[in-house]
Antibody
Framework: EVQLVESGGGLVQPGRSLRLACATS????????VSWVRQAPGKGLEWLGF??????????GYAASVKGRFSISRDESKSIAYLQMNSLKTEDTAVYYC??????????????WGRGTLVTVSS | DIVMTQSPDSLAVSLGERATIKCKSS????????????LAWYQQKPGQPPKLLIS???TRESGVPERFSGSGSGTDFTLTISSLQAEDVAVYYC??????????FGPGTKVDIK
């Protein structure tokens, strides 16, 4: 059974950093892309970025809104993907989801999602 | 970036009636070599993560009731719920996965019972 479980959320002060983890099971992490998507309170979904499959060199891509501040990585030996968030702002407050791309060819089609982890940026 | 818009922002439909949601992309999401529209629909119920309902503009995912259907091509797409059920109350998002690596979601349409 495919599962993704996010962790690492919590309360953090503006300007600080936080690393979220996405523990995966039921599939080989390097064979699928993993995207991070967030949802601010009462708002819609915002795609943040992804890490591509091994076939695509494991490269990363980011939305303009977070490029340069957020970075995505993975540890295939642990089946965990990470979202490193730096220089956090109050507007980064949101539920953060990780989601799996459905195949190596269709990395943006998100077929399985975690339940999310809440990040609150506040002083 | 491809900008996705949806209409209406919200709608209320009587049980058993049809609900129709529109989605428009600022650029075509039709990939000519395979003639596929890189457009998906997600359903999100309160307190839950999004759930993939429809991929390739019109392909229902396994287990999705037949009352859900998707149509359209290029830049204009529609999600139809043919006979609204109570459990369909949710926010629905369209999503383009054409423009690697800049995928984008629509703003969402909230569906309620009238």
């Amino acid at each position: 059974e495919v599962q993704l479980v996010e962790s690492g959320g919590g309360l953090v002060q503006p300007g600080r950093s936080l690393r979220l983890a996405c523990a995966t099971s039921g599939f080989t992490l390097g064979d699928y892309a993993v995207s991070w998507v967030r949802q601010a309170p009462g708002k819609g979904l915002e795609w943040l970025g992804f890490i591509r499959t091994k076939d695509h060199g494991g490269t990363t891509g980011y939305a303009a809104s977070v490029k340069g501040r957020f970075s995505i990585s993975r540890d295939e030996s642990k089946s965990i993907a990470y979202l490193q968030m730096n220089s956090l702002k109050t507007e980064d407050t949101a539920v953060y989801y990780c989601a799996r791309g459905s195949s190596s060819y269709y990395e943006g089609l998100l077929d399985y999602w975690g339940r999310g982890t809440l990040v609150t940026v506040s002083s | 970036d491809i900008v996705m818009t949806q209409s209406p922002d919200s709608l209320a439909v009587s049980l058993g009636e049809r609900a129709t949601i529109k989605c428009k992309s600022s650029q075509s999401v039709l990939y000519s070599p395979n003639n596929k529209n890189y457009l998906a629909w997600y359903q999100q119920k309160p307190g839950q993560p999004p759930k993939l309902l429809i991929s390739w503009a019109s392909t229902r995912e396994s287990g999705v009731p037949e009352r859900f259907s998707g149509s359209g091509s290029g830049t204009d797409f529609t999600l139809t719920i043919s006979s609204l059920q109570a459990e369909d109350v949710a926010v629905y998002y369209c999503h383009q996965y054409y423009a690697t690596p800049l995928f984008t979601f629509g703003p969402g349409t909230k569906v309620d019972i009238k």
